[in-house]
């Protein structure tokens, strides 16, 4: 197999969080969209950032850019936050995609 057929442009996958205490509490599955790779100086700077050292606002603003909607737009914009249990598990499924 030659290299250049594995370069390809990164595709939107749906991602869903199910876990038992997020059906109980909102009743159903939660869903968002994530690109299924990211720029590899991304990755690596997101793997590294550690809360605390001076990565980190910008591990956040990456964050961002991860949790998407159906049509690719960033669900986490303006004033839009989400639950810190909700966005952990986001971020879980996202690094576990990108690690496959």
């Known amino acids: 197999m030659k290299l250049e057929n594995l370069a390809?442009?990164?595709k939107l996958l749906k991602m869903v969080l199910?876990?038992?205490w997020i059906v109980e509490q909102y009743?159903?599955?939660i869903e968002f969209w994530a690109y299924d790779k990211q720029p590899l100086e991304?990755?690596?700077r997101?793997?590294?950032?550690?809360?605390?050292?001076?990565?980190?606002?910008?591990?956040l603003a990456f964050c961002k850019d991860l949790i998407l909607d159906e049509s690719g737009?960033?669900?986490?914009?303006?004033?839009k936050v989400l639950p810190?249990?909700?966005?952990m598990?986001?971020?879980n499924k996202v690094v576990e995609q990108l690690g496959k």
């Open 18 to 20: 199910d876990d038992e």
């Open 89 to 91: 598990g986001c971020l």
């Open 46 to 59: 997101f793997a590294n950032a550690k809360p605390g050292n001076e990565d980190f606002p910008e591990l």
């Open 42 to 44: 991304k990755f690596v």
């Open 84 to 87: 810190t249990k909700i966005m």
């Open 8 to 10: 390809t442009e990164p």
């Open 27 to 29: 009743e159903e599955p």
């Open 73 to 79: 737009k960033p669900i986490i914009d303006g004033d």
